[in-house]
C-alpha cells in the first residue's frame, strides 16, 4: 500500500509541476504578446519616420521594426509592377507591388494597394510618374503565403505573396530593402486602394494558462481523493 500510494504521490508531483510550468509559461507569453500590441499600436499612430536605409537592412526583425510608420520619397518604376492575388473586402484582388527608386539608386517595394482582380489584370488602375512621397507601414518580406495560396512562380511572372527577396531578384535590383511598404490610403475612391493593412494578434496565452493550472488542479484533487481513500484503508 504505502509503495502504491509513494508511486500515485510522485506522478502528481510531477504532473503538477509540469502543468503549473507550463501556465505559468503562457502568463509570460500572455505579457509578452500584450507588450507586443501595446508597441504595434504605437508604431501605427506615431509620426511617420525615413524608412530604414541600407546601412539599417540587417538589422531589421519583425518583432523591433515591423508596422512602424515610414515615409520615403522616389519615382516609381511603374513597368516592373509585380500583381499579387489577394481575397480583399472587394472580392477576389490583387495588391500592386511597385518597385520605388530612391535618390540613392535603392529599391523600396511598395504596396499600393489594392486593385478587383479585373481591373489589375486589364490594367485598369492609376500609375504615379514622377517623383513622388509615399507614407506608410513597413512590413516584413512575406515567406510563406496564407493558408491556400500557391508557391511563387518568378519564371512565368506569377506571384501569390509578397516575397520581396524573390521578386526582387527576379526583376534584377542588387540594391533593394528586404522589406516592404504598405502605402496608406491617399483617396476614398479610385485603383489601386491604400490602407488595406490588417494589424491583427492572436492571442489565446490567457485561456491556454487557465487551461494548465486547472489540470494541474485536478491532478492534485485526484491525489489528494487517492490519499484520503488510501488512509482510510483498514489495515
Avoid: C
Avoid at 70 to 89: A, R, W
Avoid at 128 to 141: D, F, K, Q, S
Avoid at 197 to 221: C, E, G, P
Amino acid at each position: 500500500m504505502r509503495l502504491r500510494l509513494l508511486i500515485v504521490l510522485i506522478l502528481a508531483a510531477l504532473g503538477i509541476t509540469g502543468f503549473m510550468s507550463l501556465g505559468i509559461w503562457q502568463v509570460q507569453r500572455l505579457h509578452w504578446k500584450l507588450d507586443l500590441i501595446e508597441r504595434v499600436e504605437a508604431r501605427i499612430h506615431a509620426a511617420p519616420v525615413p524608412a530604414p536605409g541600407p546601412n539599417l537592412w540587417p538589422t531589421i526583425t519583425r518583432e523591433t521594426d515591423e508596422y512602424t510608420r515610414v515615409t520615403l520619397t522616389g519615382s516609381f518604376l511603374n513597368d516592373d509592377t509585380v500583381l499579387i492575388y489577394t481575397p480583399s473586402d472587394f472580392g477576389p484582388g490583387m495588391w500592386v507591388l511597385t518597385p520605388l527608386r530612391l535618390a540613392d539608386s535603392t529599391i523600396v517595394m511598395i504596396n499600393r494597394g489594392v486593385v478587383p482582380q479585373d481591373h489589375a489584370l486589364s490594367g485598369d488602375f492609376s500609375h504615379v510618374e514622377g517623383e513622388t512621397t509615399v507614407t506608410g507601414l513597413l512590413r516584413i518580406t512575406e515567406d510563406k503565403g496564407w493558408l491556400f495560396s500557391q508557391d511563387n512562380d518568378p519564371a512565368n511572372g506569377k506571384w501569390y505573396r509578397r516575397d520581396i527577396a524573390s521578386i526582387t531578384s527576379a526583376k534584377g535590383f542588387d540594391q533593394a530593402a528586404p522589406y516592404f511598404v504598405d502605402q496608406e490610403l491617399t483617396a476614398p475612391t479610385g485603383w489601386p486602394r491604400g490602407g488595406q493593412t490588417v494589424v491583427s494578434f492572436r492571442n489565446a496565452h490567457l485561456s491556454y494558462a487557465l487551461t494548465w493550472f486547472a489540470l494541474a488542479a485536478v491532478v492534485a484533487l485526484g491525489a489528494a481523493l487517492v490519499l484520503r481513500h488510501e488512509l482510510r484503508r483498514k489495515p
